[in-house]
């Protein structure tokens, strides 16, 4: 299989950007290379104008389009950054577009698109995930004679996206040891691997998927494109039930690496970027990063991961800091028989948590006259380690304890 671009239409993609995008910086990361014993650097795409990289590939396209093409306009689905990046592109090229979004797209980046697009851009929201709002883009297209502007399955977006490999090696002045990605759809793996085979063939590509979403794994698996049955939507900036066909076939031409990172542990990189190294993601934004403890780096080698969005919505940050802290062991769900007399409560308090234990949630399941009442309780712990203790206290309790385990169906009305 052959892929459907060249470094050479990377190269033409570059010449196109030239004075509209930025060139992202490489900044150094000595949390990061302390853990993993390389020297990383991360590729700030979070600081191009859209706040994401989704800007290379749109511009491309739509830059490349006949006068006639532009005078129908465009349109395009996108879980957010895509359509930023589309909304800049018509912005400044003049050009109408109507742009799909699912329901699930924060309110942050919907309110960004608006702004950007200002009035080239219609905004259209719909759909519970992105594959919906794709297929009213479509719907649109056969309608109207819109061009369609693919979120990630066309040539020339693979193609601009790409160019974040050009840049990196001249920044650098080599070839990075390393370089990892994230995958959504695959347009920024499809242009970076296709660049990185042709010029540098020596250097490793990984790219990386959320574990609730791992469409390009099980395209790789089977041979082609397939559509995720169950996926969860979490990583909505890498979220896609079907990777393109273009992009799986870049991909599978170049032969990289593609893993999963789990969605905790994702969450767990978004605080740490934010907290040491002052780098507000969103989640796909961290999830090349979140994979780096676990691709057996080699000690002193030179790894580039692409820190590909910045668009958060601030609200979501109390899920963020649930998903992390659970994922971390530091959280945990129990149903608890109280007896129904005074000082029940006090007695738990004071014979079952630790010092270091606290009760972050507290809710009576059901009030009655029986001699016991069940509460859901989440406690969060000092330290993971302090787990087995508390356990074990539970055992020794009056009280009927139950965990709530992390896979079992109930866990995801609360955790």
């Not at 695959?186 to 790219?207: C, D, M, N, Y």
């Not at 002193?300 to 979501?316: E, I």
């Not at 059901?366 to 508390?390: C, F, M, Q, W, Y």
Request: aromatic residues 6%; contains cysteine; charged residues 20%.
């Amino acid at each position: 299989m052959s892929s459907p671009i060249s470094a050479a239409d990377v190269d033409r993609a570059a010449s196109l950007l030239d004075g509209v995008t930025r060139r992202t910086p490489l900044r150094p990361s000595p949390r990061l290379s302390e853990a993993t014993g390389a020297t990383v650097l991360l590729k700030r795409e979070d600081l191009q104008p859209v706040r994401s990289y989704k800007l290379r590939g749109a511009y491309t396209l739509i830059a490349s389009l006949t006068e006639e093409e532009r005078a129908r306009g465009v349109v395009c689905a996108s879980a957010g950054n895509h359509a930023q990046g589309v909304a800049f592109a018509c912005a400044a090229l003049g050009v109408t577009a109507r742009i799909y979004l699912p329901r699930t797209t924060p309110r942050q980046k919907r309110d960004r698109v608006a702004v950007i697009g200002g009035p080239s851009v219609d905004v259209v929201v719909g759909g519970d995930v992105y594959d919906d709002a794709a297929d009213a883009a479509l719907r649109d297209a056969a309608e109207t004679g819109a061009t369609v502007v693919p979120a990630f399955d066309a040539a020339d977006v693979m193609a601009g996206q790409g160019t974040v490999a050009a840049e990196i090696v001249d920044e650098l002045g080599h070839a990075p040891d390393v370089v990892v990605v994230p995958v959504g759809g695959g347009g920024l793996l499809g242009g970076v691997a296709t660049w990185f085979r042709e010029r540098h063939p020596q250097t490793r590509i990984v790219g990386v998927e959320p574990a609730g979403a791992p469409s390009m794994v099980a395209a790789l698996e089977a041979g082609g494109p397939v559509t995720l049955e169950e996926m969860d939507g979490f990583v909505d900036g890498a979220a896609v039930r079907r990777v393109g066909d273009l992009t799986y076939a870049a991909v599978a031409a170049a032969d990289v690496e593609v893993v999963t990172v789990p969605e905790g542990a994702v969450c767990v990189e978004m605080l740490a970027l934010y907290q040491t190294e002052g780098i507000i993601t969103e989640p796909a934004g961290s999830l090349a990063v979140a994979a780096l403890p676990d691709l057996g780096l080699a000690a002193g080698s030179t790894v580039v991961a692409v820190v590909s969005g910045g668009n958060n919505d601030l609200s979501r940050y109390a899920d963020v800091v649930e998903r992390a802290l659970i994922h971390e062991g530091r959280k945990h769900y129990f149903l608890v028989e109280f007896p129904q007399e005074p000082g029940a409560l006090r007695h738990f308090l004071d014979t079952v948590l630790g010092p270091d234990d606290d009760i972050a949630y507290f809710e009576y399941v059901k009030r009655s006259n029986r001699e016991t009442g069940p509460a859901l309780v989440g406690i969060e712990l000092g330290t993971p380690d302090d787990l087995l203790p508390l356990l074990a206290r539970m055992e020794t309790a009056p009280m009927t304890i139950e965990r709530i385990d992390p896979d079992s169906p109930l866990f995801r009305f609360v955790g």
